[in-house]
Each structure stands twice: as C-alpha cells, then as structure tokens.
C-alpha cells in the first residue's frame, strides 16, 4: 500500500478533548520520568504485595517489571470490580451468531470465573500448569482465560480456525496437560465443530489428561470417558467461591503462538503485572474508556487482540462490551451495525480488511442503522489505507468520530504506536506517535536513525512494561528473532518512515511474514505444509497485495517426477485443501500456480521478490543475481496462460 503524500488532518472533537482521559501532558510527563510514569500506570491495578524497582533491565533482553510485586490478574478484572461496588454492572453482553443473547454483570462473572477456577484445581490443574484453550468467541472463553490466569495456570489459546496438526503442535511445544474446548460454535450461519480436532491432535498428545468440554451448538461430540468432562457438569458441581492467590509480578500469565520466519510457531510469553498495567492503561487512554461506555472489539480471543483488548484490558477497567460470536454478514451484511445500534456501542475497534469489506457491500447498508452513539473508532491489524480511514470515519463515525490506528504486534502486548482521541489531530494511513512510556525509531541497516521522509527499519529502543518476556522453551530465538539485528534495541520486523512533521507511517513486514486479512502467516510455515504433500517437490509462497484482505496467500509449486497433474485443476484444490488441514483455512492459497522452477540466487535463496512481481503482474525486477535467468520468463509464461483460464 502506499502511503499518500499529502493529507488532510482531522483535529479531535473539542469536549472530547477536553475531558480526555489521557492528555498532552502525558508525552511530556512520560518522556522526563518514563519508569515513574509507568509506575504511576501500574497504580491502575491491585497490588497484594507492592513493587520495589520498576524495571530490571540487567539481564537483557529478558526484562522484569515492577519486581517483588504480587496480584492476581482474574482479581484485578473481576473481584475488584464487584467489591467497589460495581457487581451489577454489565461486563459482558454477549451476542450469539443465531441471535441468542446473554448479559453478564461482573457480579456474574465472579461467580463463573471462580467455579471454572475450582473446577481446574479439581481436575489437578494449579500455579504453573499449561492449559490449552480452543473455543469459539462465547462468553466461557472469557471466563476460560481469567479461571486459568486466577489459578495461575499459564493459558495458551489455539484459534478456532486452526486445524488438528496446528492445535497439536502447540499442545506439544506448550506442554499443556488440560484442554478446554467447545462441542463446536456458531460459524456462518450453521454449527461449526471444535472437538473433533481436538480428539484428532490430542492421538498423539499422549500427556493431555482432560479436556474440559463446553456444550454450545448441541452437536454430537465422541467421547472419551475418564478423559472429557462436560464444562457445565464441573462448574455446577464447583463452589461459587474461590480465593485468588497472589502471584509474582513475572509469572507467566499466557503464551500465544505467532508465526515467524520460520515453519515452526514461536511461543510468545507474557508475564502478569507488566502485561496487565500496559492492557488497562493503553485500553483506558487509546480508547479514552469512561465508565458509561459500551466497548466492542471484533477480534477472537484466538489472538492477540482478543487477549489484551477483549480480557485483559477491557476488564482490568471495569468496561462493559459486547462480545459477537459469529461473522459480520450473517445473516446479513448489516449485522454489525445492527448489534451497534441495539446496544449503543460507543467505541469500536476492528482490523481495516474488515472495513475494506464493508466498502465494497456499500455505504447504504451501515446506512440503515443508527450508528450515533459511536465516539471513538479504532483499527488494528495492519496499516489501515487513507480511502478506508475516510469511508470508516464519515460513513461508521458520522465524521465525528477520531480514527486510532493502533500498531502493535503479539510481541509487544499492548498498542505502541497510535494517535490520542483526545490530543492527535490524525492523519488518515498514519500510525501517527509512540503511546506515552514508549520509545521508537526507524533506522537504517546501520542502526543509524533515518532522515525525514525517509524509510527504515523500526526499532523500539527502550524497554516497555508489556513485552514479551522470550520464546516458550527457546531463549536463544528469542535473542536471535528481536534482539541481535540492532544492538539493544527491539527489532520489529516492520518498516516505516517519519514525514516531515514527525508522523509515523508503518510500511508492512520487512521479513517473510505475510499479513492476510491482519494475521501473521509465515511463508515458510504454508512451505513446508506444502512439501508435506507426496505430489509436491518444492513450493514457494508469497503475499501478494490484494485490495481486500492486504495480502493473499499465492504459492508457485514445483511437482515431484511422477506426480500425477493430468487434472491440473483437481490438483491444485487438493493442494489447498492440504494447507488447509495442516494450518487452517486461513493458510489457504488464493492461488496455486505449478513452475517448472522456482527462481534461486546461486547460493540457492528464493527471490521472493521477483515472485511477488509475478503475482501482482509488475514489471519483474532486477533478477541479475538468479542462477537461471530464464526461470522468469518459464514462470511469467505460465502465469499468463494460468490468467487466461481463470
Ligand atoms: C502489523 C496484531 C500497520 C505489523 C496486534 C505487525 C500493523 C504485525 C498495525 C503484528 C498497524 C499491526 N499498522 N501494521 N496499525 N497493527 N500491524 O502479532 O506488521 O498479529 O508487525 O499483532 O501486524 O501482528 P500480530
């Protein structure tokens, strides 16, 4: 995408201004004090026991936050809440994808969130213990992640969307012994079964002693007794109260894979008082929560997003939000401006391959709906496009609204880059400025900080509250992945530029990530799924740009001898199909195009670059460096007769 030289700037609406909950103040405050200014930030939560040093930085790049100190993240979401008197305050309202409804107060939630707690120390889960999580976007997803976090039972959630093989890989390099999963969810309008996977990865998950079933479409599930336990059996037997132990500052709250550069998924660890004091502040100042909101982000807790701004943020302030099981245009393409409508949802964060959709459906549809009580908009995922900023402001915002584009990764944990609702007059495709507490630059290969205008590698140059901690069980990729390209600083993998007023704008991934529709998927990892393949010798895969979802998955593929490709057609569905089950659907290749060969510096590198020229019917760039410089022209031929037939 690129980045639109001259723009309009959108100043914020003056009482929101004036009654923001973060002002300009807090840039100055944080960059002449900035330990202090996040321990001022940490005083957002309980502390059972307080905290000595801010920050032990002495052992870097493995950081320890507010050291000594000791809370429970499930009491700072739930019980505090309840006991300041706030019990009947609605924490959740929960809309199911057939329309079922279900509200609930955080005086609810206490009492779900302890019998699930008592229900896994039941089972032999305690402090320490991996759990994995593979649920659709219900409200016990919810109550999953605080019964773990209140017991001190690390989560790792698995995406729904994610298949058997990807689900036991991560149970595996997890070492997760319980599971909590759900008969199936509501997807696009029909049921959608979870367990089956389950029971497929857990063959070979010989350690998983009980799974922990929630009962949601009513679908038939196989059973395997002395294993299974039905969610609503364990927590109607369980007691209502359960006293939450505090746990240290660095224990592990929660791991959640990401796809690197790399076929294997890396472990992200992020610990408990870090994590959490950076969720609840940026939630609080980025979204400029007040206590008479209702929030919604669209994200499933199978990511990132779902973890600190569907949980952990949200509830750590005491919000109120809505949370939607199902996909936006089912049973019709308004109904997440219905759900707004009817629930009065005032501030709203979601990815802009969404928005782009809902251009493409029309401006007639949110149309319809009454959409005013919205006041703060937010977009996440990847950079969002001037067009699609303008259509979500005036067509969603009623031009009322600011527009944060919040840039952050599941590394980071919490929003770094953004505008302020209150304080930045934004600028559509821009990311705008560090969060105040946070440090970044853009350098070049260097590590030298680049002039205006022009573009480099962003690096984060100090330390943050909510930063990974390391790679589950691999230390050393962790120093390698973040820590070694820039000397002490943290490499983000994105590029980005500063223009001339000192504005950020992020340029997509430098490495070979891809980001589909605001995922990460990694090349390599859709690669080795497809070498996996008998028929498949070698494969190739790049992120083409694509109007709708930012990139789409295409994959030049070079048969084995033998391979039978008489239904060239027939082939390639069965090679999509094959990614599919041993990532997921999202893996998927929009298209798959057979080579006789793939081009290949002389020390045997892929150049994806001239790949991604092919895809995205450029000019093929400089191929000097190929061994066989006729390889581009055998695919560039193949890929016009493969056009033709579309
Ligand atoms: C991209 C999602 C531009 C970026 C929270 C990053 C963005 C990766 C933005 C992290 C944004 C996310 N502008 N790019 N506002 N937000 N990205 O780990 O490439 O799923 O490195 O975390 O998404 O993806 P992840």
Redesign the pocket.
């Known amino acids: 995408m690129t980045v639109a030289e001259t723009v309009e700037r959108y100043a914020p609406p003056a009482r929101l201004s004036a009654e923001a909950n973060l002002g300009a103040d807090a840039y100055g405050r944080a960059e002449a004090d900035r330990l202090g200014f996040w321990a001022e930030q940490a005083g957002r939560l309980h502390w059972d026991e307080p905290f000595g040093d801010v920050l032990d930085w002495s052992e870097a790049p493995f950081a320890r936050w507010f050291v000594g100190g000791k809370l429970n993240a499930a009491y700072n979401c739930v019980d505090r809440h309840v006991e300041a008197g706030d019990g009947d305050r609605v924490a959740l309202r929960f809309v199911g994808e057939p329309g079922d409804e279900r509200l609930i107060t955080y005086r609810d939630l206490l009492d779900e969130v302890s019998r699930a707690a008592n229900a896994l120390e039941a089972l032999g889960v305690g402090a320490g213990d991996p759990v994995a999580i593979y649920l659709p976007m219900i409200p016990e997803a919810v109550v999953a992640l605080l019964a773990c976090a209140r017991i001190g039972a690390p989560h790792t959630v698995v995406f729904g969307g994610f298949s058997a093989d990807a689900l036991r890989s991560r149970i595996d390099d997890f070492g997760a012994k319980t599971v909590i999963t759900a008969d199936g969810g509501y997807r696009r309008g029909a049921p959608s079964a979870l367990k089956p996977a389950v029971d497929e990865a857990l063959k070979a998950c010989p350690d998983v002693a009980n799974v922990l079933v929630v009962r949601r479409t009513g679908q038939d599930v196989a059973w395997t007794e002395g294993r299974d336990v039905w969610w609503h059996d364990a927590t109607a037997k369980a007691s209502p109260e359960h006293r939450p132990q505090a746990f240290d500052s660095e224990h592990p709250l929660f791991v959640m894979y ?1 796809s690197g550069t790399t076929g294997k998924p890396k472990g992200i660890l992020h610990t408990t008082g870090g994590y959490l004091t950076q969720a609840a502040y940026t939630f609080w100042g980025v979204f400029d929560h007040k206590p008479d909101d209702v929030y919604w982000c669209t994200a499933d807790v199978g ?3 779902g973890h600190s701004y569907v949980v952990y943020g949200p509830l750590a302030a005491g919000a109120t939000q809505v949370i939607y099981e199902g996909t936006p245009d089912t049973p019709h393409r308004g109904r997440w401006w219905e759900i707004i409508e009817r629930h009065k949802v005032t501030l709203f964060y979601t990815a802009p391959t969404a928005i782009r959709t809902c251009m493409k459906w029309g401006a007639e549809i949110p149309a319809r709906f009454d959409l005013s009580s919205l006041r703060v908009l937010g ?6 496009n001037p067009e699609a900023y303008r259509w979500y402001r005036r067509t969603i915002g009623g031009d009322r609204t600011p527009v944060v ?7 980071t944990g919490g929003h770094m880059i953004t505008p302020l609702p209150g304080v930045t007059a934004g600028k559509p495709g821009s ?1 705008m400025a560090a969060v105040p507490g946070v440090r970044v630059e853009i350098v070049d290969d260097a590590g030298e900080p680049v002039a205006a205008g022009e573009s480099g590698y962003l690096v984060l140059t100090e330390p943050w509250p909510a930063m990974a901690r390391t790679i589950w069980g691999d230390p050393q990729r962790f120093i390698d992945t973040y820590w070694s390209r820039f000397e002490g600083r943290y490499f ?3 590029g980005a530029r500063r223009d001339e007023d000192g504005d950020i704008w ?1 340029l ?2 430098v490495d070979d990530v891809m ?1 589909v529709s ?3 998927l990694s090349t390599t990892e859709i690669e080795s799924a497809l070498v996996s393949h008998p028929s498949v010798a070698e494969a190739a895969v790049v992120g083409a740009s694509d109007e709708t979802t930012g990139q789409a998955v295409v994959a030049y593929v070079i048969l084995r001898e033998g391979a039978d490709a008489s239904d060239e057609k027939a082939l390639i569905e069965e090679l999509r199909g094959h990614v599919a089950r041993e990532i997921g659907p999202i893996a998927k290749p929009r298209r798959i195009l057979l080579v006789p060969e793939l081009p290949k510096t002389r020390s045997g590198k892929i150049m994806r670059r001239l790949l991604r020229d092919v895809a995205e019917n450029r000019e093929i760039g400089d191929a000097t460096t190929l061994a066989d410089a006729s390889v581009m022209t055998l695919i560039r031929d193949g890929m016009t007769a493969a056009t033709a037939d579309d």
């Open positions: 990401t990511w990132i997003t977009t996440v995922g990847e950079s969002i584009d919040t840039w952050w990764q599941t590394e990311a983000a993998g994105d992020l997509g991934r980001n605001g995922h990460r």
